[in-house]
């Protein structure tokens, strides 16, 4: 393919990094951020798969076989463990303003800035050969697919100047803010697109190779089995050595927390802490998607391959190459292209903040003539050294890269910075979790871990290319042989990775918890040490981690900020200290601690820990405090944190049984009301019938020479009356014994088919008088159900009856069902009447509602009928219900337990 055109492409993709970036950063502020998103949070922690996962993982398959499933088993281990250490993280990183790996070993050590400066050495040293790496990935898969190396006679190579663009993309979108800690919107918004791009690229490359070179994983898997290494390339342990994937595994364990690019996207661009229930899932799970097609692709290149001379590394591009597949080489190309770029970007970034702040603002602020003469420009001079330090690690990362890293495969370059940084494991999870830790302990084992690691991991690279002599491999330094790099102590049968991680993890680990134990904390050390490992006592407030004592003045805080943040983002500050602290304040009168401990937050959000805990200590004089003071302190802190918890919880408890009284206060004014309005048409309905009683009775009585007939008449409406009365008696005793609970049931097994047959036969002179079609559907065997035969009559009777009075007066139709369903036994009657509003469908079967509501629902009767009915079923255990449409017809339905009646025999 034509060089200039692969070329271009790489500057496009570069260009459309740009584009994306600009485009997340103008949406951010619009008030619309992407990185709001969890998905986008876990797709940007994918930055952990490099052009190492990329091609890397490839060669590794391809020369020792399942090896490399464990740098992705150990992160899919982690995930589960993140909501306990990496929420923790997180959460003290962002009350402590913390944006670094460096500045948090330093803050939770008392802000010691010797071991801030190591810890980012450590990383500058670990990280560089890892970056390099990228950019060997990048310039070997521009060779091969062009055809040439990157050098013409325009540009002496090209992989250099793609690292100075990204160098100035980082530039532009990784040093906007002066502060560490704002989000980096439109990087986190490149590095997750890159992330879908990789793995998207990576599935199509497995595809073809799978499917389009091969007839499938059996082709490749039938044809494979020809090689002479196929068994042990398809075997997890085929030497039996279970050490090397034990520490493989802790390796990337450690890594997926501790790497600068990941400590960057998972803690540092966190937006909220709940994200983290999305990547322990879908980062995994991304994992699992781009590892698919590592062994096809790893096994189809060992048989396309097997007499050529190609790096194992590349055979991703160069299977479809070799195949004319052009267009798919270039998209193959851009995918280990935008996996070796999002690395650098973000690795970059954390690299210049981290040695920014601790390497180049201590010194600064620190030396009094060189704070003194440059106290106005300190903000530019952070920025600009931040930029600096992006393309000196680039510079530093391309020269290893020419010189170390071009010499080994992708896969041992990346161990090398993996061992690197598990260095810190012991001062970080011992930190968080362990109280006695001292800034003595933290460095002596990081230190002599440190030390270790160059010596048993750097030194043998550095003799590889010819930079130390051999005899240091072979017969140790000055011939001791019990120092040689590779059997260090004596200690043979071991690999190299896992003989590194050995000695240096145990005596790492050692020496942070031997030293820690025989020295004395600080009162600052003690301090941060109760607020690291309790943090989630003391991020409730404010107050919570401040000790501190001493003398300050206002304006010397204020201009403090001013120097650093401006003196618009100063005022703001001090405004949003004044809001949260309310109260008289002396511009010119002393700092009260809160404030002291305020400034020395924001100042760290934007310097880092330690060199704000020089500026602070520069302008106050601050006086000693005890160890006894420091816990103390944090006692009354805790305490004051459990009264307002406790205080909290009353108020609400307060507040909810007010809420509560509020609302049964309501509902008894309600049910007042309509026991009065039902007292009153109970009174009008006992009146009507005793009214009517009493003038027939009068009319009789005054005229004994009435006509016989009419006597009969007006006795037979006597009979009648009396009998509505009694009903209407007998209905209200009946609410007033169920409701009070002595109603007693006369409980036996029956046939609900039967209750129906009788309820319906009640009824069938009124329903041929009203001309309706009553139609029964009872399914046969109906199983029994433990009834009172009398009170469930008295249901269908009910009901039943509302249905011939509200059937539609014209052409009048019921249908009565009964069937056994889910263990119930259900009755239903529905009717073609004018059908009942939503809104009263639940209320229809208050006893209250009928006297509220006669005029809307019924025009005649006590409307009792429908509250009892629900009393017996409910006593019945059952349940009654209505579903109906205005205009429709309604729909009564009612439950029995079958179950019961099988109890009861």
């Known amino acids: 393919m034509n060089y200039w055109v692969v070329i271009g492409v790489s500057f496009c993709y570069l260009a459309l990094l740009f584009g994306l970036a600009w485009w997340a950063e103008r949406r951010s502020a619009a008030g619309r951020s992407l990185v709001s998103n969890p998905y986008i949070y876990a797709l940007s922690m994918a930055v952990y798969c490099t052009a190492w996962t990329y091609y890397g993982s490839v060669g590794r398959a391809a020369t020792s076989g399942m090896e490399y499933l464990a740098i992705y088993i150990g992160p899919t281990l982690m995930a589960p463990l993140w909501w306990v250490v990496l929420r923790k993280i997180i959460r003290i990183c962002k009350v402590q303003r913390i944006t670094t790996i460096a500045d948090f070993i330093s803050s939770r050590y008392g802000k010691h800035v010797t071991l801030g400066s190591i810890v980012t050495i450590i990383c500058v040293?670990?990280?560089?050969?890892?970056?390099?790496?990228?950019?060997?990935?990048?310039?070997?898969?521009?060779?091969?697919?062009?055809?040439?190396?990157?050098?013409?006679?325009?540009?002496?190579?090209?992989s250099f100047f793609i690292a100075i663009g990204l160098g100035l993309f980082t530039i532009v979108y990784g040093t906007r803010h002066l502060e560490a800690t704002e989000r980096h919107e439109g990087m986190v918004t490149a590095i997750a697109f890159e992330s879908v791009l990789k793995l998207v690229v990576f599935i199509v490359a497995g595809l073809f190779v799978t499917y389009g070179v091969f007839n499938g994983f059996g082709d490749i898997m039938q044809q494979a089995a020809q090689l002479p290494d196929f068994e042990e390339l398809i075997t997890v342990n085929n030497d039996g050595n279970?050490?090397?994937?034990?520490?493989?595994?802790?390796?990337?364990?450690?890594?997926?927390?501790?790497?600068?690019?990941?400590?960057?996207?998972?803690?540092?661009?966190?937006?909220?802490?709940?994200?983290?229930n999305k990547a322990m899932w879908l980062f995994p799970l991304y994992l699992f998607a781009i590892n698919i097609f590592v062994l096809p692709i790893a096994l189809g290149g060992n048989l396309l391959f097997a007499?050529?001379?190609?790096?194992?590394?590349?055979?991703?591009?160069?299977?479809p190459l070799s195949e004319g597949q052009s267009i798919l080489s270039l998209l193959i190309y851009l995918g280990g292209f935008?996996?070796?770029?999002?690395?650098?970007?973000v690795s970059v970034i954390a690299l210049s903040v981290m040695m920014s702040n601790n390497l180049i603002m201590p010194v600064l602020v620190s030396v009094p003539a060189i704070k003194n003469r440059y106290s106005n420009k300190l903000t530019l001079i952070l920025v600009n050294s931040r930029r600096f330090c992006i393309l000196l690690v680039l510079v530093l990362a391309y020269l290893y890269y020419k010189y170390v890293a071009e010499y080994y495969s992708l896969v041992e370059v990346g161990l090398v910075s993996f061992a690197a940084v598990a260095q810190f494991a012991p001062a970080i999870i011992g930190g968080i979790f362990w109280k006695e830790g001292t800034r003595y302990g933290a460095l002596a084992g990081t230190i002599v871990g440190a030390i270790l690691w160059f010596y048993t991991l750097v030194v043998p690279s550095m003799v590889g290319v010819g930079m130390l002599p051999e005899t240091i491999l072979n017969d140790g330094p000055f011939g001791i042989t019990l120092l040689k790099p590779f059997e260090l102590f004596g200690l043979q049968g071991m690999d190299y990775i896992s003989h590194a991680m050995f000695w240096s993890m145990f005596l790492n680990v050692g020496l942070y918890i031997g030293v820690s134990l025989l020295t004395r904390q600080t009162s600052q050390e003690r301090n941060q040490a109760e607020v690291f490992v309790d943090i989630f006592k003391y991020s409730t407030i404010f107050e919570s981690s401040i000790v501190w004592k001493g003398t300050a003045y206002i304006p010397d805080i204020k201009s403090l900020l001013v120097n650093f943040l401006g003196k618009r983002r100063a005022?703001?500050?001090?405004?949003?200290?004044?809001?949260?602290?309310?109260?008289?304040?002396?511009?010119?009168?002393?700092?009260?601690?809160?404030?002291?401990?305020?400034?020395?937050?924001?100042?760290?959000?934007?310097?880092?820990?330690?060199?704000?805990?020089?500026?602070?200590?520069?302008?106050?004089?601050?006086?000693?405090?005890?160890?006894?003071?420091?816990?103390?302190?944090?006692?009354?802190?805790?305490?004051?944190?459990?009264?307002?918890?406790?205080?909290?919880?009353?108020?609400?408890?307060?507040?909810?049984?007010?809420?509560?009284?509020?609302?049964?206060?309501?509902?008894?004014?309600?049910t007042d009301e309509l026991k009065d309005e039902f007292l009153s048409t109970v009174t009008h309905e006992l009146r009507t019938p005793l009214t009517s009683i009493r003038a027939l009775s009068e009319i009789l009585y005054d005229n004994p020479g009435m006509e016989r007939e009419d006597q009969e008449h007006f006795l037979h409406t006597i009979v009648k009356e009396a009998e509505r009365l009694t009903r209407l008696i007998t209905q209200v005793l009946d609410l007033e014994r169920f409701d009070s609970g002595k109603q007693r049931l006369h409980l036996q097994p029956l046939q609900i088919k039967d209750v129906i047959s009788e309820s319906v036969d009640a009824l069938k002179q009124l329903v041929q008088e009203k001309n309706i079609d009553l139609v029964v559907d009872v399914q046969q065997n109906l199983p029994d159900v433990l009834g009172d035969r009398d009170r469930l009559i008295q249901v269908m009777v009910n009901l039943i009856s509302n249905a011939i009075k509200f059937c539609n007066p014209e052409q009048g139709r019921i249908i009565v069902s009964g069937y056994f369903i889910d263990g119930d036994v259900k009755v239903n009657v529905a009717d073609n009447g004018k059908g009942i509003a939503p809104d009263m469908q639940k209320q229809i079967f208050d006893k209250f509602y009928q006297a509220h509501n006669q005029n809307l629902l019924k025009p005649e009767g006590s409307g009792l009928g429908l509250a009892i009915s629900k009393r017996i079923i409910e006593t019945h255990q059952g349940r009654i219900w209505v579903e109906s449409e205005p205009g429709k017809g309604s729909r009564f339905s009612f439950v029995l337990p079958a179950k019961v009646a099988a109890a009861a025999t």
């Open 125 to 158: 040293l670990g990280i560089i050969p890892y970056i390099s790496i990228q950019l060997k990935a990048i310039a070997s898969s521009l060779t091969i697919l062009t055809g040439k190396v990157s050098e013409t006679e325009v540009f002496p190579d090209t």
């Open 307 to 319: 007499d050529a001379t190609i790096d194992a590394d590349l055979y991703v591009l160069a299977i």
């Open 338 to 345: 935008s996996a070796a770029t999002s690395m650098v970007i």
């Open 571 to 670: 005022e703001t500050a001090m405004k949003a200290y004044h809001r949260k602290y309310p109260g008289p304040i002396d511009e010119t009168g002393k700092a009260d601690p809160k404030l002291v401990t305020y400034a020395e937050k924001l100042l760290a959000g934007v310097i880092g820990t330690s060199s704000a805990r020089i500026m602070v200590s520069s302008v106050v004089k601050e006086e000693e405090i005890s160890i006894d003071e420091v816990l103390n302190i944090l006692k009354e802190s805790q305490q004051l944190i459990s009264i307002n918890n406790e205080l909290r919880r009353k108020s609400m408890e307060l507040r909810k049984a007010t809420e509560q009284l509020r609302t049964a206060n309501e509902r008894l004014k309600h």
């Open 242 to 276: 279970y050490s090397q994937w034990f520490w493989m595994v802790v390796l990337s364990m450690l890594a997926i927390l501790f790497l600068p690019r990941q400590f960057q996207v998972a803690v540092v661009e966190n937006v909220n802490e709940l994200h983290l």
